[in-house]
């Protein structure tokens, strides 16, 4: 069963704030239901926005699937796909996932017999529902 606790948090906060100041990006850390450990990016440099729906518009016409861009200022970064972003954001992304999971994350999955077992969750929201994400230069 997914499950982090706030000591585990503190121990991961140096590393995923070492990422955020690297790249200029304001954000914090917490935890949602126990079972999920959340970064909540908040304004910085890099354009997620941009970036999510420069890839999202590619896989599309790739696919052949109708583009609906991401119209507004947040958004729920996909923590399995947003090191696939381009450039700088996907570098971002890819460092900010490794310093998450730490060095106890584990994913024991296995979809085939409907068994789910992982250290914990991992949630990137770029902006939030009543914030929005700031871009800046």
Same mark, same amino acid.
């Given at each position: 069963?997914?499950?982090?606790?706030?000591?585990?948090?503190?121990?991961l906060?140096? #590393?995923?704030?070492?990422?955020?100041k690297?790249?200029?990006?304001?954000?914090s850390?917490?935890?949602?239901?126990?079972?999920s450990?959340?970064?909540?990016?908040?304004?910085?440099?890099?354009?997620?926005?941009?970036?999510?729906?420069?890839? %999202?518009?590619?896989?599309?016409?790739?696919?052949?699937?109708?583009?609906?861009?991401?119209?507004?200022?947040?958004?729920?970064?996909?923590?399995?796909?947003?090191m696939?972003?381009?450039?700088?954001? #996907?570098?971002?992304?890819?460092?900010?996932?490794?310093?998450?999971? #730490?060095d106890?994350?584990?994913?024991?999955?296995?979809?085939?017999?409907?068994?789910?077992?992982?250290?914990?969750?991992?949630?990137? %929201?770029?902006?939030?529902?009543?914030?929005?994400?700031?871009?800046?230069?």
């Amino acid at each position: 069963m997914a499950y982090i606790s706030q000591a585990e948090k503190k121990e991961l906060a140096p #590393g995923i704030k070492a990422v955020l100041k690297k790249y200029g990006v304001k954000g914090s850390i917490g935890i949602n239901h126990h079972s999920s450990l959340v970064v909540n990016l908040k304004e910085g440099k890099l354009d997620f926005i941009g970036e999510a729906n420069k890839k %999202n518009k590619a896989t599309c016409e790739r696919q052949g699937m109708p583009y609906h861009p991401i119209t507004g200022d947040h958004y729920q970064a996909n923590s399995y796909y947003a090191m696939e972003d381009g450039g700088s954001v #996907g570098e971002f992304m890819g460092e900010l996932i490794t310093a998450m999971k #730490g060095d106890r994350w584990f994913d024991k999955s296995d979809i085939m017999t409907d068994y789910f077992h992982t250290a914990y969750y991992l949630d990137i %929201n770029v902006g939030k529902w009543n914030k929005p994400y700031i871009l800046t230069k």
